[in-house]
């Protein structure tokens, strides 16, 4: 069935040119302006036909993705929007509706995947787009929106955000997410910038991209907010931040104050929103002003629209219905809806609600049986349908942080919770299910639904340990879980937002790499959903692959060993104060400052704690040691030749760079310097170490550690993000280490394992030893210590067996040392369970 082309009324679609050369989309390696903007959509759109046809766009954060979107509104083409992610052919959505033209992102150009060369599908004049309910999956339940909805709802934002075309708002939230379009919606609307990108707001990657293309706006939905304070969102220096918006579910009042008074001191706005994809996006906004002041409430109207409060029976408040020109034309629920037109006229919400004297709205409860999970409606009766096809019977119950699922009767709960999870696009966290022998009810026989939800009143702790199985793709969450002790890892999680440190990453990234088949660059940033297996089966491996620095670690401690043995010489030790600043880099800067310091000072006890006590030993037991070797001193107090009291130099240095990079970062300024300025602070930083290098401080004052140069070029190795940045950091390593050392060799292995670093994600080595690697690494410190009471007795015996002695003896201090650890912390009351630190 073939339709005349409706002239589509979306003026932001439709008349990008007028807006010239002024940027539209700025994403980390291009900028596109309006006119080329347009150029591409009217091509696309031309390459949709003069025939109006229903097109379906898998639709991902990226330039391909918005054109496509725009050339269906443009050309009056009726558009489904799906996630990217799957094949279009198994996407539930498109199955059901049988589109006519599928639009995915090609490389740098829209691919189009044409059905048929008309359509089958009768089209009502006024549908433009189709959109999930609220972004909820499982079932062909969708929004019919109008392009009268889009556009009076873009220009309703655009109005009471003030948006202008200097703004840029960065893409916190995906495409086909009906919050994340009005984004994109109302900037287009004003002629402002679209930094576009698919970045998680836990990578620095995006803050970088976001200060670099001047962003003055982001999105967020409650769950961002957490992973804002993960990474220390509070204290970065954002100059161009203009204001934050907030909907997809209720944030608590508590939460509302604390962030509108942030901004307050900090120069930006908070607007708390409240919405639905019924309404198009928005319905109501908090006034900036009112927001500390006022938190509870949704705030007013948008322009255009307007709220009454309709009685219902039996409840002191009434339901909100709301009227304006963005609610919806009505519902789809299969393809013949597609030819109905407007059906409503107003929107009942659902939501009980009051109005205030001052005329803000209050949002009290629900009346239907919906919750809102991580910005996901669940329809709580479509739980309990779908489980009732499986032959399950169930009762659902929920809040906006978790669903809660009761069984009756003896079923697997793990495996249909992991089914079920699936069916409805949620993390596997937010879902719990209780297999019970019956149902709890209420006198009236109804189901008690208070009581389903009473079944979790806790989280469920992570699962028991498994070493003695092979880790397979399903296990990703369990490590984090298990090695991080959060059993509340989410698919949005990464092991930095975790908490994870350098004290932690070597067990992490060995099991990483044997669950995955390969260790993906820069995981410790990469949400826990896309940490994703080789897709080919992976057979007997002859070889595995390691992170670098795990691999470095073990080596260097072994060659240590062997060179304080004489078995051979290769100096590693400096290697290893590079690596610490590396990993200082990576893992240590994340999160607000002052929580950020306490986890600092926690991990420099995991250093100084089994340091100290086996130094402590050592010094009972042996004449080779005094007082000041056990406080860590003797680099301050001498004696100043080469006794064996120098044995721990190593562990000294470590320490004292450790405590002097930590009160740095402790200052404000030194805090917010880094933040906005990563790789030219670290260099900075490196300029000041190479002082002592060079021996150009006067003797007179204070000079940085000898090694703190070879800890900074560390920490610029880490923050080198690009060929050019690497490539600095690399000629500042081949400037500065010849001439250090007494040895070309030892000059070319320092070079040698930052340049490994800079330039080499992960090295090979023997899938046999891969456990023994990681097992080497993580008690590298405890070797060094224990090393220098262990093999002097054996060395007369066999070299060798000196050096595999001390690292089976360090080994057993490392265990032994964690288990002494965990068991303080049990009876502190803390629930850190890390690893002792590793050199």
């Given at each position: 069935?073939s339709?005349?082309?409706a002239?589509?009324?979306?003026?932001?679609a439709?008349?990008l040119a007028?807006?010239?050369?002024r940027p539209?989309?700025?994403?980390?390696?291009?900028t596109?302006?309006?006119r080329e903007?347009?150029?591409?959509?009217?091509?696309v759109?031309?390459?949709?036909?003069p025939?109006?046809?229903?097109?379906?766009?898998?639709?991902?954060?990226?330039?391909?993705s918005?054109?496509?979107?725009l050339?269906?509104?443009?050309?009056?083409?009726?558009?489904?929007?799906v996630p990217?992610?799957?094949?279009?052919?198994l996407?539930?959505l498109v199955?059901?509706?049988d589109?006519?033209?599928?639009?995915r992102s090609?490389?740098?150009?829209?691919?189009?995947?044409?059905?048929?060369?008309?359509s089958?599908?009768?089209?009502?004049?006024?549908?433009?787009?189709?959109l999930s309910?609220?972004g909820?999956t499982?079932?062909?339940?969708l929004?019919r929106?109008?392009?009268?909805n889009?556009?009076?709802?873009?220009?309703?934002?655009?109005?009471?955000l003030r948006?202008?075309?200097?703004?840029?708002?960065?893409?916190t939230?995906?495409?086909?997410?009906?919050?994340?379009?009005?984004?994109?919606?109302?900037?287009l609307?004003?002629?402002?910038?679209?930094v576009?990108?698919?970045?998680?707001v836990?990578?620095?990657?995006?803050?970088e991209?976001?200060?670099?293309?001047?962003?003055?706006?982001?999105?967020a939905?409650?769950y961002?907010?957490?992973?804002?304070?993960?990474?220390?969102?509070?204290e970065?220096?954002?100059?161009?931040?203009?204001?934050?918006?907030?909907?997809?579910g209720?944030l608590g009042?508590?939460a509302?104050?604390?962030?509108a008074?942030l901004?307050?001191?900090?120069?930006w706005?908070?607007f708390?929103?409240?919405?639905?994809?019924?309404?198009?996006?928005?319905?109501?906004y908090l006034?900036?002003h009112?927001?500390?002041?006022?938190?509870g409430?949704?705030?007013?109207?948008?322009?255009?629209?307007?709220f009454?409060?309709d009685p219902v029976?039996?409840s002191?408040?009434?339901?909100l219905v709301?009227?304006?020109?963005?609610?919806m034309?009505?519902?789809?629920?299969?393809?013949?809806?597609?030819a109905?037109?407007?059906?409503?006229?107003?929107?009942?919400?659902?939501?009980?609600?009051?109005?205030?004297?001052?005329?803000l709205?209050?949002?009290?409860?629900?009346r239907?049986r919906?919750?809102?999970?991580?910005?996901?409606?669940?329809?709580?009766?479509?739980v309990?349908q779908?489980?009732?096809?499986l032959g399950v019977t169930?009762a659902?119950?929920?809040?906006d942080e978790?669903?809660?699922?009761a069984l009756?009767?003896e079923?697997?709960?793990?495996?249909?919770?992991?089914?079920l999870?699936?069916?409805?696009?949620l993390?596997r966290?937010?879902?719990?299910?209780?297999a019970v022998?019956?149902?709890?009810?209420?006198?009236t026989?109804?189901v008690?639904?208070?009581?389903v939800l009473?079944?979790?009143p806790?989280?469920?702790?992570a699962p028991?340990?498994?070493p003695?199985?092979?880790?397979?793709?399903?296990d990703?969450?369990?490590i984090?879980?298990e090695v991080?002790?959060?059993?509340?890892?989410d698919?949005?999680?990464t092991f930095?937002s975790?908490?994870?440190?350098?004290l932690?990453?070597v067990?992490?990234?060995?099991?990483?790499?044997?669950?995955?088949g390969h260790?993906?660059?820069?995981?410790?940033?990469?949400?826990?959903?896309e940490?994703?297996p080789?897709p080919?089966?992976?057979?007997?491996?002859?070889?595995?692959?390691l992170e670098?620095?795990?691999?470095?670690?073990?080596?260097?401690?072994?060659?240590?060993?062997?060179?304080?043995?004489?078995?051979f010489t290769?100096?590693t030790?400096?290697v290893?104060f590079?690596?610490?600043g590396?990993?200082?880099?990576?893992?240590q800067?994340?999160?607000?400052?002052?929580?950020?310091?306490?986890r600092?000072?926690?991990?420099?006890?995991?250093i100084?704690v089994?340091?100290?006590?086996?130094?402590?030993?050592?010094?009972?037991?042996t004449?080779?040691y005094?007082?000041?070797?056990?406080?860590l001193?003797?680099g301050?107090?001498?004696?100043?030749?080469?006794t064996?009291q120098w044995?721990?130099w190593f562990?000294e240095?470590?320490?004292?760079?450790?405590?002097?990079?930590?009160v740095l970062?402790a200052?404000?300024?030194?805090?917010?310097?880094?933040r906005?300025?990563p790789l030219?602070?670290s260099?900075g930083?490196?300029?000041?170490g190479?002082?002592?290098?060079?021996d150009l401080?006067?003797p007179?004052?204070p000079?940085?550690?000898?090694v703190?140069?070879?800890f900074?070029?560390?920490?610029?190795?880490?923050?080198?993000?690009?060929v050019?940045q690497?490539?600095?950091?690399?000629?500042?390593?081949?400037?500065?280490?010849?001439g250090?050392?007494?040895s070309t060799?030892?000059?070319?292995t320092?070079a040698?394992g930052?340049l490994l670093?800079?330039?080499?994600?992960?090295?090979?080595?023997?899938?046999g030893?891969?456990?023994?690697?990681?097992?080497?690494?993580?008690a590298?410190?405890?070797i060094?210590?224990?090393?220098?009471?262990?093999y002097?007795a054996l060395?007369?015996v066999?070299?060798?067996?000196?050096?595999?002695?001390?690292l089976?003896?360090?080994?057993?201090?490392?265990a032994?040392?964690?288990?002494?650890?965990?068991?303080?912390r049990?009876?502190?009351?803390?629930?850190?369970?890390?690893?002792?630190?590793?050199?």
């Amino acid at each position: 069935m073939s339709t005349e082309l409706a002239v589509p009324n979306a003026a932001f679609a439709v008349e990008l040119a007028r807006h010239g050369d002024r940027p539209a989309v700025l994403t980390a390696d291009r900028t596109v302006t309006y006119r080329e903007l347009a150029g591409r959509v009217e091509a696309v759109a031309a390459r949709l036909g003069p025939v109006r046809r229903l097109v379906a766009l898998a639709a991902a954060n990226d330039l391909d993705s918005l054109v496509g979107y725009l050339a269906a509104l443009a050309g009056g083409h009726p558009l489904l929007l799906v996630p990217a992610g799957r094949p279009a052919a198994l996407d539930p959505l498109v199955a059901a509706y049988d589109p006519d033209v599928v639009l995915r992102s090609g490389s740098g150009e829209v691919l189009l995947e044409e059905r048929r060369p008309g359509s089958r599908h009768e089209l009502h004049p006024d549908l433009a787009l189709l959109l999930s309910t609220s972004g909820s999956t499982g079932s062909p339940k969708l929004v019919r929106l109008s392009h009268e909805n889009l556009q009076s709802n873009a220009e309703s934002i655009a109005q009471y955000l003030r948006i202008g075309p200097e703004d840029r708002a960065a893409t916190t939230l995906p495409l086909h997410y009906c919050y994340g379009l009005s984004v994109v919606n109302s900037h287009l609307l004003r002629g402002a910038g679209l930094v576009l990108t698919d970045l998680s707001v836990v990578d620095p990657c995006f803050w970088e991209l976001f200060r670099d293309r001047g962003a003055t706006s982001f999105a967020a939905v409650p769950y961002t907010f957490e992973l804002l304070e993960r990474v220390g969102f509070a204290e970065m220096d954002l100059p161009g931040l203009r204001y934050v918006t907030q909907a997809g579910g209720r944030l608590g009042p508590e939460a509302v104050r604390r962030w509108a008074e942030l901004g307050r001191r900090r120069g930006w706005e908070l607007f708390v929103m409240y919405g639905a994809t019924e309404a198009t996006a928005r319905m109501a906004y908090l006034p900036p002003h009112l927001a500390a002041e006022r938190p509870g409430t949704i705030g007013v109207p948008i322009p255009g629209g307007s709220f009454r409060i309709d009685p219902v029976e039996g409840s002191a408040d009434g339901e909100l219905v709301y009227t304006g020109p963005n609610v919806m034309l009505g519902y789809a629920e299969s393809p013949a809806d597609l030819a109905t037109g407007r059906e409503l006229e107003e929107l009942r919400t659902g939501d009980l609600a009051r109005r205030h004297p001052d005329g803000l709205y209050e949002v009290v409860g629900r009346r239907s049986r919906f919750v809102k999970i991580v910005g996901l409606r669940v329809d709580l009766g479509r739980v309990e349908q779908l489980l009732a096809e499986l032959g399950v019977t169930a009762a659902a119950a929920g809040s906006d942080e978790r669903l809660v699922v009761a069984l009756e009767g003896e079923h697997d709960a793990r495996l249909l919770a992991k089914a079920l999870a699936g069916d409805l696009g949620l993390p596997r966290a937010a879902l719990e299910m209780h297999a019970v022998e019956r149902l709890p009810r209420l006198a009236t026989g109804k189901v008690d639904y208070p009581g389903v939800l009473s079944l979790a009143p806790e989280r469920p702790a992570a699962p028991a340990p498994r070493p003695d199985r092979a880790e397979g793709p399903a296990d990703v969450k369990r490590i984090f879980a298990e090695v991080l002790d959060r059993p509340d890892v989410d698919d949005d999680d990464t092991f930095v937002s975790l908490g994870g440190d350098s004290l932690s990453y070597v067990a992490a990234s060995v099991r990483l790499e044997q669950a995955l088949g390969h260790l993906p660059p820069d995981w410790h940033v990469t949400p826990v959903g896309e940490l994703a297996p080789r897709p080919a089966r992976r057979a007997r491996r002859v070889l595995s692959f390691l992170e670098t620095g795990v691999v470095l670690r073990a080596v260097a401690i072994v060659c240590v060993v062997s060179a304080h043995v004489e078995l051979f010489t290769l100096q590693t030790a400096h290697v290893l104060f590079a690596l610490a600043g590396y990993n200082f880099a990576r893992f240590q800067l994340a999160g607000e400052r002052l929580p950020r310091l306490k986890r600092q000072l926690r991990s420099l006890g995991r250093i100084v704690v089994p340091s100290v006590a086996f130094i402590a030993f050592a010094w009972v037991v042996t004449d080779d040691y005094t007082l000041a070797n056990v406080v860590l001193l003797n680099g301050m107090v001498g004696p100043q030749e080469l006794t064996s009291q120098w044995h721990f130099w190593f562990v000294e240095m470590l320490v004292y760079v450790l405590v002097a990079v930590t009160v740095l970062m402790a200052v404000p300024w030194a805090d917010r310097a880094e933040r906005r300025f990563p790789l030219a602070f670290s260099l900075g930083l490196v300029a000041v170490g190479l002082l002592s290098r060079y021996d150009l401080v006067d003797p007179g004052l204070p000079k940085p550690a000898p090694v703190f140069w070879l800890f900074a070029l560390g920490w610029a190795a880490a923050r080198s993000r690009t060929v050019l940045q690497r490539g600095l950091v690399s000629a500042v390593v081949l400037l500065s280490v010849p001439g250090y050392f007494d040895s070309t060799l030892r000059e070319a292995t320092v070079a040698a394992g930052v340049l490994l670093l800079l330039w080499v994600p992960a090295l090979p080595v023997p899938a046999g030893l891969r456990r023994l690697t990681g097992s080497l690494a993580g008690a590298s410190l405890c070797i060094y210590l224990t090393h220098w009471l262990v093999y002097p007795a054996l060395v007369p015996v066999s070299p060798v067996l000196a050096v595999a002695v001390s690292l089976v003896a360090g080994v057993a201090y490392w265990a032994l040392s964690t288990r002494a650890l965990d068991g303080l912390r049990r009876r502190s009351g803390s629930r850190a369970r890390r690893p002792v630190a590793s050199v």
